[in-house]
């Protein structure tokens, strides 16, 4: 079993930025890809960034050149800064941990999701 912990949400004026942190742990034998989503209330669940195991990157339109996502393979960690943040920013952040086991299984394991708020 992994789990997946996020931290680093909170309130924050437009304009402004917030760095999400994320770290697995428990029975690791591979991690692939690890992802941040958002939700808004009202809203689906969305993909905002992804990285592989190699280190490419992909993300939404939406962030593309406000956010960057990286991750320290050694610590098993994936973080998220965000810069010059809108109010559409504004949406509970899930960090997805896709993970191989020892007997060649895939699996998604979800943290409980951080709160970002951006308002003046």
């Known amino acids: 079993q992994v789990q997946v912990v996020e931290s680093g949400g909170g309130l924050v004026q437009p304009g402004g930025s917030l760095r999400l942190s994320c770290a697995a742990s428990?029975?690791?034998?591979?991690?692939?890809?690890m992802e941040w989503y958002r939700q808004a209330p009202g809203k689906q669940r969305e993909l905002v960034a992804s990285i592989g195991s190699g280190g490419s990157a992909v993300y939404a339109d939406s962030v593309k050149g406000r956010f960057t996502i990286s991750r320290d393979n050694a610590g098993n960690t994936v973080y998220l800064q965000m810069n010059s943040l809108k109010p559409e920013d504004t949406a509970v952040y899930y960090c997805n941990i896709n993970h191989l086991s020892r007997d060649w299984s895939l699996a998604d394991y979800w943290g409980q999701g951080t709160q970002v708020t951006v308002s003046s």
């Open positions: 428990g029975n690791i034998f591979r991690i692939n890809a």
